[in-house]
């Protein structure tokens, strides 16, 4: 069974730096497109950050020149780093996968269970 859990989020000061991170279990034959996803309290969840299968990345504004998108394939881990962090980065961070089983001939969508930020001021 596929899972994707992801980790590192906390309580941080205005400034400061986290790094979150993606982690896909189970039998996996390919990982393909990584997004990462964020929903504040009574906020539509948006797009954060998102890395392809070759590497290529695309960041909302708002992220631009803060935080940075990566994968290690051989981890099947996806990483956030997350600088200069802002009281309004808050939000539940969620990360999203397209994700080719082993039991299974077609990609199958997967989201993980989300992560805390909370970025004081």
């Known amino acids: 069974q596929v899972q994707l859990v992801e980790s590192g989020g906390g309580l941080v000061q205005a400034g400061g730096s986290l790094r979150l991170s993606c982690a896909a279990s189970?039998?996996?034959?390919?990982?393909?497109?990584v997004t990462w996803y964020r929903q504040a309290p009574e906020k539509q969840r948006e797009l954060v950050a998102a890395?392809?299968?070759?590497?290529?990345?695309n960041y909302v504004d708002s992220v631009k020149g803060r935080f940075t998108i990566s994968r290690d394939n051989a981890k099947n881990t996806v990483y956030l780093q997350m600088n200069a962090l802002k009281p309004e980065d808050t939000a539940v961070y969620f990360c999203?996968?397209?994700?080719?089983?082993?039991?299974?001939?077609?990609?199958?969508?997967?989201w993980g269970q989300g992560t805390q930020v909370t970025v004081s001021s």
């Open positions: 890395v392809t299968s070759g590497g290529s990345t």
């Open positions: 999203n996968a397209n994700i080719l089983p082993r039991s299974s001939s077609r990609w199958i969508n997967y």
């Open positions: 189970g039998s996996i034959l390919s990982i393909g497109a």
